[in-house]
């Protein structure tokens, strides 16, 4: 049984098919056709309704796209659409500022702007175009252009005031609160354990079932390649995967986790990855989508292995029997295969803590700016004991079957003095390690010289050389 608010009707399923969407739901059973339907595969934005969830902190509102999100995933929470920001009968701020600056033409993508804008209305940032353009990151619109959406979104921050979902906030959380499901076994091949154990348990009695977590890459599979997933384990439930701590040594991130909420710790300790964050996928898949997600997936263009191996960070596996940590360098071992063995998960994610005197960055090539897959992820990390290299490493996606740390070649630098390299035979012999192939994002040649030239790019950013490195702020590119 999955039980959810509609709003604020309660509605109870069973039993339903495990991998239907909450799109489909929305669409052919609820018949509630204002979330629209684009691409299908959370590209486009115009199927986002926005999630509510009880926290510690109270009621939280977030925008997700529904196309790729699963129905039984939403056990516990209250699911909003665009029927239900104007029930009183009077437009919602949110579509009052649409309509007032001219931010919708033909309509089709409105629903969905008008949800990633309510989630933003409720969410505590400040009225910057920075926040508006993040929260936007999974909207397109193919006729209005952008300017007057973004022109509504900074309007409504600055006269934000409380809406009737305010008002009710209090309530709900307390409705969601005792909502809160045990163990959900829908009885048709969705399994919602709750903790490690019932995991490990589930998966021992369900050996065939799939892991999924915010779905983000999973659901892609039926919406884009037409498979069926009948036995699903989410671990979105399972309370260990979802925690996050932070000693002297590392951060643990459970493997559950959305990366909207380990962004946090993540910045404070490696500020210089919140450009990559920002342009992991959108507002919308980052609010679901997790590491052990992107880990377990195993693409050859997922970015988080190119950032993890840099900072040497390592994972532990959980099972029935155990748990056993490996460095993320040593988890993928082919294309979309890991050392995971049956009866085995992504438990927990530990990326160490930032020592003094090191330099990170972490490079993407996309042919857009954001919500899209990297053609080269490249992560650069750096010590030094005055000029001289202490530690060096890298990791680079999208430019062979798996992520590559490239030890040998990062492992000539330590010791030498940094001022002093040879970039350019440094960067040629960086350049013939690498074999990628053509594909329809770039030729194997630009993927192997842009990698080189962003070697030569870290170098001039960890150099005092004063180099202008960027043509223009990042902002520009948004929407591009
Ligand atoms: C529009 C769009 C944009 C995207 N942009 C990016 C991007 O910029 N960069 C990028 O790297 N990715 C991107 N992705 C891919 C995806 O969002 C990420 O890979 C994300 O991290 C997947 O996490 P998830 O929790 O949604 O995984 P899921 O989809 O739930 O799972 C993915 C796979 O991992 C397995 N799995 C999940 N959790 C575990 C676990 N704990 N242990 C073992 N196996 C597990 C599942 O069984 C499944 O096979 C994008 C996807 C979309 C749809
Ligand atoms: S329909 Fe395009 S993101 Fe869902
Ligand atoms: S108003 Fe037509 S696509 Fe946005």
């Not at 920001?85 to 309509?107: I, W």
């Not at 377990?296 to 040497?312: F, K, M, R, W």
């Not at 053509?438 to 001039?460: E, G, I, K, M, P």
Request: hydrophobic share 40%; with cysteine.
């Amino acid at each position: 049984m999955t039980t959810f608010l509609l709003n604020r009707t309660r509605v109870e399923l069973a039993p339903i098919d495990p991998d239907l969407t909450v799109l489909e739901f929305l669409r052919q059973d609820a018949k509630l056709t204002g979330t629209k339907e684009g691409c299908a595969s959370g590209d486009c934005g115009a199927c986002t309704v926005v999630v509510g969830e009880h926290t510690d902190t109270g009621l939280r509102y977030r925008a997700v796209n529904s196309c790729i999100t699963f129905v039984h995933s939403l056990a516990g929470k209250q699911l909003l659409t665009v029927e239900h920001l104007a029930e009183t009968g009077q437009l919602h701020p949110v579509q009052q500022a649409m309509v007032k600056h001219h931010g919708s033409q033909c309509g089709f993508c409105t629903p969905g702007f008008i949800m990633s804008l309510f989630a933003l209305y409720h969410s505590d940032v400040a009225p910057e175009r920075e926040a508006v353009l993040n929260a936007l990151s999974g909207n397109l619109c193919r006729c209005t252009g952008y300017r007057p959406i973004i022109d509504a979104a900074l309007a409504l921050l600055e006269e934000r005031h409380g809406d009737a979902f305010s008002e009710q906030a209090e309530a709900i959380d307390a409705e969601l609160a005792a909502l809160n499901p045990s163990m959900n076994d829908s009885g048709v091949g969705f399994w919602q354990p709750r903790n490690r154990a019932e995991l490990g348990q589930t998966l021992a009695a369900h050996p065939e079932a799939r892991f999924s977590a915010g779905s983000t890459d999973l659901a892609l599979e039926k919406t884009q390649q037409v498979k069926e997933l009948p036995a699903l384990i989410d671990l979105t439930g399972v309370e260990e995967l979802q925690q996050l701590s932070v000693d002297d040594a590392f951060i643990h991130i459970g493997a559950a986790l959305p990366y909207a909420d380990l962004a946090p710790a993540l910045l404070a300790d490696y500020p210089e990855a919140s450009e990559w964050l920002d342009r992991l996928g959108s507002t919308p898949i980052r609010n679901r989508g997790s590491l052990g997600g992107n880990l377990g997936n195993a693409s050859p263009i997922g970015d988080t292995p190119p950032l993890l191996i840099a900072l040497n960070a390592e994972v532990t596996l959980g099972s029935q029997n155990g748990q056993r940590r490996l460095p993320v360098s040593e988890l993928i071992t082919g294309y979309r295969q890991t050392v995971l063995a049956d009866g085995e998960w992504i438990d927990t994610v530990h990326i160490p803590r930032r020592p003094d005197h090191s330099t990170l960055r972490a490079y993407k090539i996309s042919k857009r700016f954001e919500d899209d897959i990297s053609t080269v992820c490249a992560c650069f990390y750096l010590e030094r004991d005055g000029d001289t290299v202490t530690e060096f490493r890298a990791g680079f996606g999208g430019l062979a079957a798996t992520p590559l740390s490239l030890t040998d070649w990062s492992q000539a630098l330590v010791g030498q003095a940094w001022s002093q390299l040879d970039i350019d035979a440094i960067a040629a012999d960086l350049a013939s390690r690498l074999a990628p192939i053509d594909d329809v994002r770039a030729s194997a040649q630009y993927r192997v010289t842009v990698t080189a030239n962003l070697w030569r790019r870290f170098h001039l950013e960890s150099s005092p050389s004063g180099v202008i490195t960027r043509v223009s702020n990042p902002g520009a590119y948004h929407h591009a």
